[in-house]
Nanobody, 124 residues
Framework: QLQLVESGGGVVQPGGSLKLTCTGG???????IGWFRQAPGKAREGMSC????????RYVDSVEGRFTVSRDSTGNTVYLEMNNLKPEDTGIYYC??????????????????WGQGTQVTVSS
């Protein structure tokens, strides 16, 4: 039903910024979208969730104040703005869809649809 695609990853120096994009076609606006990342040898880590309306945004402590999730006016494009990037932010970044940003928004198994991931590397 929903095919998500992430883009915008790349290589940046510590302290730099990147803006990731998640798209899924004209029905994406119906879904809450979460962002996850996975570093080699580590579990997939939930970072944020934005509601279908865009009015609710949730963040885990490790990215609070540095990352911002948003949607465009159609609701069909979701962004993750990442500032003051650190080497420990390196990993594959995924967007995922579920009906609402419940309290378990950071739990990967609760999401119904996933993108293919985009690589983010923070290195000097």
């Amino acid at each position: 039903q929903l095919q998500l695609v992430e883009s915008g990853g790349g290589v940046v120096q510590p302290g730099g910024s990147l803006k990731l994009t998640c798209t899924g076609g004209g029905s994406t606006y119906l879904w809450a979208i979460g962002w996850f990342r996975q570093a080699p040898g580590k579990a997939r880590e939930g970072m944020s969730c934005i509601s279908s309306s865009g009015h609710q945004q949730r963040y885990v402590d490790s990215v609070e104040g540095r990352f911002t999730v948003s949607r465009d006016s159609t609701g069909n494009t979701v962004y993750l703005e990442m500032n003051n990037l650190k080497p420990e932010d390196t990993g594959i970044y995924y967007c995922a869809a579920r009906m609402m940003c419940y309290a378990d928004y950071h739990v990967a198994s609760k999401y119904d649809h996933w993108g293919q991931g985009t690589q983010v590397t923070v290195s000097s």
